[in-house]
């Protein structure tokens, strides 16, 4: 069986490698948390000492990390120990140029990557019901799809390297927006008198409905299972949609496309961020409106 490395074990990665530990994948996991390295081990993973010693070997590499200066940092550090042949598959959110700066950089020592970022949030990647969606060529694809396939529930193939990027941008654009549009939303109707729960049922069911009412409510107490009936923890931190809604804004200007409600809720996400909520779900962002 090949062995597969999966380095970066926070809210995202550390159930995906886990899907994949389950799923019977020879698996060495590497993180700077030793404690997210110990769940994995109980689980049946075996742990690295690095993420160079992680990546020796292995034929298949696995990242999912905070930016683009991680991922670059990551690959210059572990492409010694890389070998020819290997497949790296990046699964963080970045920028589509570093990733396909990082194809080319990586292909001169025949090492194929392909930038696989998800949508599905931490149930998701607990679940195993993650959408992903790949920059790559189609036959490193076709290797992938297994890994894939136990970690998620839908694979598309956006194009070429950078592509997987682009479409991950322009949905995260659109989350943070629908996000924070929801919160609006309801905050008027419960200041108008109505109960949120039962403006959110009225919604989902008419022409506002939308993800975030139906799957991650915004408003405390109305979705048991909603970062918002936790004090909004765990979940998608605010300053990582901030960073999304950063990537977006700057996509949009080197591509001349006009994005004024992408760049609204930039503006809203950051104030928030500001204001002490980076380390909290973004659907926090309906504190901003009570």
């Given amino acids: 069986m090949e062995k597969i490395a999966f380095i970066g074990l926070g809210n995202m990665g550390g159930p995906m490698a886990a899907n994949l530990v389950r799923k ?13 390295m110990d769940t994995l081990a109980t689980l049946g993973a075996k742990v690295a000492t690095s993420a160079e010693d992680a990546a020796a070997g292995a ?23 890389m070998k020819a042949g290997t497949l790296a598959i990046d699964c963080s959110t970045i920028d589509a140029a570093t990733t396909c700066r990082l194809a080319q950089d990586l292909s001169q020592h025949g090492i194929a990557l392909l930038d696989a970022p998800v949508s599905g949030g931490t149930a998701g990647a607990a679940a195993g019901t993650l959408t992903f969606m790949v920059g790559g060529a189609a036959h490193d694809l076709e290797r992938a799809q297994p890994l894939l396939q136990a970690m998620g529930q839908a694979v598309f193939h956006a ?11 322009c949905n995260n654009m659109l989350l943070g927006i629908l996000m924070a549009g929801t919160a609006e939303a309801l905050a008027l109707g419960v200041k108008n008198g109505l109960d949120p729960a039962v ?5 989902s069911k008419s022409s506002g409905r939308n993800w975030a009412l139906e799957v991650y409510n ?4 109305v979705m048991a299972n909603s970062p918002a009936s936790r004090g909004y923890s765990g979940g998608f931190m605010t300053s990582l949609m ?9 996509s949009a200007h080197a591509s001349h496309a006009d994005t004024p409600l992408g760049a609204l809720a930039y503006t809203l996400f950051e104030k928030h961020v500001a204001a002490g909520h980076g380390a909290e779900d973004f659907s926090s962002i309906q504190q901003r409106y009570c």
């Fill in 242 to 250: 901030l960073k999304d809604l950063g990537l977006a804004r700057d």
């Fill in 199 to 203: 403006l959110s049922h009225i919604m």
């Fill in 159 to 169: 194009g070429e390297n950078g592509a997987g990027q682009s479409a991950k941008i």
């Fill in 24 to 36: 019977g994948f020879d698996v060495t996991v590497y993180d700077l948390s030793a404690s997210a």
């Fill in 218 to 221: 915004p408003w405390p107490g």
């Fill in 59 to 81: 034929g298949i590499v696995l990242s999912m990390l905070p930016a683009a200066r991680h991922v670059e940092s990551l690959y210059r550090d572990i492409l010694p120990r």
